[in-house]
């Protein structure tokens, strides 16, 4: 096949410094993330350009080429939201990576969209300051993404998701101009609020190429605790129970059965392979009520609730290693057939109703549906497991995976509570928005991108 014009085009705007590949083999690992389940098209090429102006010069000739692209940070992403359209360029990200620049006093730090999301942390401890946002990924996400995406993780009962944590963003919209949105100022009300509008957006209104991202003072000692619990409603009451402390968790997880078994298999960390369900909290050591007059100690909870063992650790290499069970899951998962992920979300009052009609799911349809998640946040992660694929086990799982939506909705929830939507829940969408809404998301999304070029048949209904 003849190579598309702008692939010349962009070895002479970009030089030959920056990466620019069409061999079959690279195209392949840029085409898709970490979701198993969906189709991906075939690229032009993939680009990787190193500073603002090579992505400013790439969305310059696809506008004039009339080529879509795709932004791509690290490509963990799982609902398909990075994956190639035919004929599309792959705007990889993965070299917006300057070092990260801290302002301790103002308590920020600058980033680059490449720039990995457990960096970003890293670089804010070596002064005793937190980065909060943490998807189970942070290892290996790219901030651009988190922002693309709005992600959560472990830490939102107390810290809130990625918006939260977002002053400022350098942007390049689809044509090639570049802005900066957002203020340094820890309040501002100037015009509207393009930083919530961006964040989120999945790649679908520009390109991000880097972020002023706001820092805090972590508390001093945590106190992990795993409980092992005699049933999945039983971990429900437990988080229902804690959820409503003077002082909010760190965090509040949960595995269920499968998943305690799947992670032990792949980790062997010694978990309680007998329990129905664990629960991992993590609290500042003096929120931990026990023994004082303050609220019944997470240990007193979890008992109360049934927990067959409870172990409590404030040693943070014991603590790192116990979290690094609910970081495995989805791998563990993945280790084990093709997982179909749902992130669904619903108010933390349904918790027990979700839980309940997920397992009610598996039951009908007869799969395996293995269910974790950030439980004080109201957002599970039921994973229809896919042993052996065939496409009768396929047509079986997309159909229990359509009736957890529905249950969901059904419960007043939402289809996504951190990993967006992508192309795996665009056909669900407009269940859920009002139409009106829709509408104007889809006006919004024109008003950047009037030729519609950015990450078409993602996330929002064309
Ligand atoms: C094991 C595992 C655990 C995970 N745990 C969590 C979790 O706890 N919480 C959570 O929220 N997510 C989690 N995720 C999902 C994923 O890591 C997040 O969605 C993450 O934010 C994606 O970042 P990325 O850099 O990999 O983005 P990609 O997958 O490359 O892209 C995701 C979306 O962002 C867009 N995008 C990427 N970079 C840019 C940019 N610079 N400008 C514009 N658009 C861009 C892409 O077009 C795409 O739409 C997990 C994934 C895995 C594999």
Redesign the pocket.
């Known amino acids: 096949m003849p190579t598309h014009p702008i692939v010349a085009a962009l070895r002479g705007r970009l030089g030959t410094d920056v990466p620019l590949a069409t061999d079959a083999d690279v195209l392949a690992a840029y085409s898709h993330?970490?979701a198993p389940w969906l189709a991906h098209g075939a690229p032009l090429a993939m680009v990787a350009p190193g500073d603002v102006d090579g992505v400013r010069h790439v969305l310059e000739l696809a506008a004039e080429h009339r080529v879509p692209v795709?932004?791509?940070?690290?490509?963990?992403?799982?609902?398909g939201?990075?994956n190639a359209v035919d004929g599309c360029l792959v705007l990889s990200?993965h070299r917006?990576r300057p070092e990260p620049r801290l302002d301790v006093d103002d308590r920020l730090v600058r980033v680059g969209?490449?720039t990995l999301?457990g960096e970003v942390k890293q670089a804010a401890a070596g002064v005793g300051l937190l980065y909060p946002p943490?998807?189970?990924?942070s290892a290996?996400?790219?901030?651009?993404?988190?922002?693309?995406?709005?992600?959560?993780?472990?830490c939102c009962v107390r810290y809130g998701?990625?918006r939260d944590w977002v002053r400022e963003l350098d942007?390049v919209l689809p044509g090639g101009e570049a802005l900066r949105v957002g203020h340094t100022a820890p309040k501002s009300v100037a015009g509207l609020d393009l930083v919530s509008l961006l964040v989120g957006?999945?790649?679908?209104l520009?390109?991000?190429?880097g972020a002023t991202l706001a820092l805090t003072r972590g508390p001093d000692r945590l106190v992990t605790v795993v409980a092992s619990l005699p049933s999945l409603a039983a971990a429900g009451d437990v988080v229902l129970a804690l959820r409503d402390r003077p002082e909010p968790p760190v965090l509040l997880e949960i595995m269920d059965a499968t998943t305690i078994r799947a992670v032990e298999e792949l980790a062997h960390l010694g978990l309680d392979v007998e329990a129905a369900a664990l629960v991992l909290v993590q609290l500042p050591e003096e929120a931990d009520g026990a023994g004082a007059a303050g609220p019944a100690g997470v240990e007193d909870v979890c008992r109360a609730a049934g927990a067959t063992e409870v172990y409590a650790t404030t040693e943070p290499d014991e603590a790192r290693a116990l979290l690094q069970a609910r970081?495995?899951?989805?791998?563990a998962f993945e280790r084990r057939g093709l997982p179909l992920l749902e992130d669904v979300a619903v108010d933390v009052s349904r918790l027990p109703a979700l839980i309940a009609a997920i397992a009610g799911v598996a039951e009908r349809r007869g799969v395996t549906i293995g269910t974790f998640g950030?439980a004080a946040d109201g957002n599970l992660h039921p994973v229809i497991l896919v042993e052996h694929d065939t496409p009768a086990a396929r047509v079986l799982a997309q159909s229990a995976f359509d009736d957890v939506v529905e249950e969901t909705l059904a419960l007043g929830g939402t289809l996504s509570g951190?990993?967006?939507i992508?192309r795996l829940k665009l056909p669900y969408l407009a269940r859920q928005l009002d139409p009106v809404a829709l509408r104007l998301m889809q006006q919004v999304r024109a008003a950047f991108d009037p030729l519609g070029l950015m990450?078409p048949g993602?996330?929002l209904p064309a």
């Open positions: 993330d970490r795709v932004p791509r940070g690290a490509g963990s992403g799982l609902t939201a990075a990200t917006l969209a490449g999301n943490d998807p189970a990924s290996f996400c790219s901030i651009g993404g988190n922002v693309a995406t709005n992600a959560g993780g472990l998701v990625t942007v957006s999945e790649g679908t520009g390109v991000v190429t970081r495995l899951a989805y791998e950030h951190e990993h967006g992508g990450n993602s996330s």
